[in-house]
Nanobody, 126 residues
Framework: QFQLAESGGGLVQPGGSLRLSCAVS????????IAWFRQAPGKEREGVSC????????MYLDSVRGRFTISTDKIKNTVYLQMNNLEPEDTGVYYC???????????????????WGKGTLVTVSS
């Protein structure tokens, strides 16, 4: 059974850093696109960053580009989101999501959402 489990959230001061982990079970990362979404209180869920296996491409939300980095460890079957220079606006529940993607599948981007994790809370506050 394909499952995603996020961890690494917490309370951090503005300017601080956190590393979120998305552990995948029930399959390897091969042929999957893994995305990070977040939802702030009272706001819609938005895509933050994503990666896909078949071409190694990554994408970032404009407001996090240069501060966040998505990476993978295929031995640990885990996708990370390194978040630096955090701002109060980064506060929210962070979710990872996954979609099976193969070459020539016509996907618009790597923000596939066939599977979801339960989320981890990130709070940026002084």
């Amino acid at each position: 059974q394909f499952q995603l489990a996020e961890s690494g959230g917490g309370l951090v001061q503005p300017g601080g850093s956190l590393r979120l982990s998305c552990a995948v079970s029930g399959a390897t990362l091969e042929h999957y696109a893994i995305a990070w979404f977040r939802q702030a209180p009272g706001k819609e869920r938005e895509g933050v960053s994503c990666w896909r296996d078949f071409d190694g491409s990554t994408m970032y939300l404009d407001s996090v580009r240069g501060r966040f980095t998505i990476s993978t460890d295929k031995i640990k079957n885990t996708v990370y989101l390194q978040m630096n220079n955090l701002e109060p606006e980064d506060t929210g529940v962070y979710y990872c999501a996954a979609e099976f993607q193969v070459p020539y599948g016509g996907y618009e981007d790597c923000y596939g959402t066939d599977f979801w994790g339960k989320g981890t809370l990130v709070t940026v506050s002084s």
